[in-house]
Structures are given as structure tokens and as C-alpha cells.
């Protein structure tokens, strides 16, 4: 069964801080990653998006990491702002035209 | 342009009405999706529209009916709705359908229904 699964399933930091978010598949065939900033009642938004031949990829504060072998990826934050205070969704696609979104880890950054 | 609009932004109805959700976005984009979300869970796909036919549509119940009129243009008609169908219901587009490509999604429609 194709599954996203996302962790912590909430996470707190203090302003300034890094963090990280772990997100593990189990779909297959693979065909990309994507990490999206969901903020409260808002749409998603894209931060990055990865095919299985791509290690790392950053967006300004933001680096997503994908190891295709152990079918892992991660979201680590730089140096968090108040404003990054979201729910961050990891999506994989696979060979169809559905994206299976993971459960998403609510971030809180506190001043 | 790197915008998809959404309206209304919120929405209450009642059982016996009947509205529609629209959702435009002027980038050139060929394929446009509905998903509907509740509080604290991820989007939940219901109908994909590529190069304005309908190419997915999840077994959605058929109090939901979509419609592309045009490649810009995207609706959702709703009838008879329950009230476990209050959600907040995203539209989204991308230049293709999604293999390899950004979904751009709206800000979504806050559905009540009472």
C-alpha cells in the first residue's frame, strides 16, 4: 500500500532555531518528493520538489534532503522565523497522476 | 501571473441549497484538481481535470459535480450537501498533469454546512 507517513506529528522551537522534518514512503514506482508550507486555512504552497536522482534541494531557509534507497526524506529548517509557523505536507508521486500527501507535521515557533 | 483564485472564500449552506465553488488561474496551466481537507488532516484528492476533460475522479459522492468550462476555469457544483461535507476545499493547477510538476493551489473555500 502506498503510504506517506510524516514525524514529529508536532514539533515546538524557540525563534532562531534549526529543526528538522522526517518524512518515509512506501510508494512505488517513485517518480518525485515534494515538500509543501500549508499555514492555517491557506492553500499549500511548494517549497521543493525532487526526482529520485536529486540528494538535496534547497529554497532559501529551507533544504529538503531524499535518500531513494531507504525511501527517506527530510525538511530542515534554518534559522526559523515566527513566520514558518505551518503545517509542512510531504507529497510523493509516483507513474499516475495522483500525489499521496503524508499527514504533515505542524510547526509552532515560538518568540 | 503565479496565482490560482479562489471564490467565495467562505461559504454556509444549508442541506437543500444549491451553490458552486469556482477557481480560476491564468498561467497556462493544463491540468486543475479539487481536494477537500479537514481540520487537521491532509488535502484529500476528488477530481482531476487534464487539458479540460475530467481524467480522475475519486468515487466523490454525486452531491459534488465539477465542471471546466474552460483551460483558466475550473467549478465545483454542490447539492444536497451533509454537514460531515464541511471542509475547506482547495483548488489546484499544474502546467501538466502532476508527474514532475508544481501544483499550485488556491487559497481555498471555507465550507459550512449546516
Known amino acids: 500500500k502506498n503510504q506517506v507517513e510524516q514525524s514529529p506529528q508536532s514539533l515546538i522551537i524557540l525563534e532562531g532555531k534549526n529543526c528538522t522534518l522526517q518524512c518515509n514512503y512506501t510508494v512505488s514506482p517513485f517518480s518525485n518528493l515534494r515538500w509543501y508550507k500549508q499555514d492555517t486555512g491557506r492553500g499549500p504552497v511548494s517549497l521543493t520538489i525532487m526526482t529520485f536522482s536529486e540528494n538535496t534541494k534547497s529554497n532559501g531557509r529551507y533544504t529538503a534532503t531524499l535518500d531513494a534507497d531507504t525511501k527517506q526524506s527530510s525538511l530542515h529548517i534554518t534559522a526559523s522565523q515566527l513566520s514558518d509557523s505551518a503545517s509542512y505536507i510531504c507529497?510523493?508521486?509516483?507513474?499516475?497522476?495522483?500525489?499521496?500527501f503524508g499527514t504533515g507535521t505542524r510547526l509552532q515557533v515560538f518568540p | 501571473d503565479t496565482e490560482v483564485t479562489q471564490t467565495p472564500k467562505h461559504l454556509v449552506m444549508g442541506m437543500t441549497n444549491k451553490k458552486s465553488l469556482k477557481c480560476e488561474q491564468h498561467?497556462?496551466?493544463?491540468?486543475m484538481y479539487w481536494y477537500k481537507q479537514k481540520a487537521k488532516k491532509p488535502p484529500e484528492l476528488m477530481f482531476v481535470?487534464?487539458?479540460?476533460?475530467?481524467?480522475i475522479n475519486e468515487s466523490v459522492p454525486s452531491r459534488f459535480s465539477p465542471e471546466c468550462p474552460n483551460s483558466s476555469l475550473l467549478n465545483l457544483h454542490l447539492h444536497a450537501l451533509q454537514p460531515e461535507d464541511s471542509a475547506l476545499y482547495l483548488c489546484?493547477?499544474?502546467?501538466?498533469?502532476?508527474?514532475?510538476?508544481?501544483?499550485?493551489f488556491g487559497p481555498g473555500t471555507r465550507l459550512t454546512v449546516l
Open positions: 498561467m497556462g496551466h493544463r491540468a
Open positions: 489546484a493547477s499544474s502546467q501538466e498533469p502532476p508527474l514532475g510538476y508544481t501544483q499550485y
Open positions: 481535470y487534464s487539458y479540460e476533460k475530467l481524467s
Open positions: 507529497v510523493v508521486s509516483g507513474d499516475t497522476d495522483k500525489l499521496i
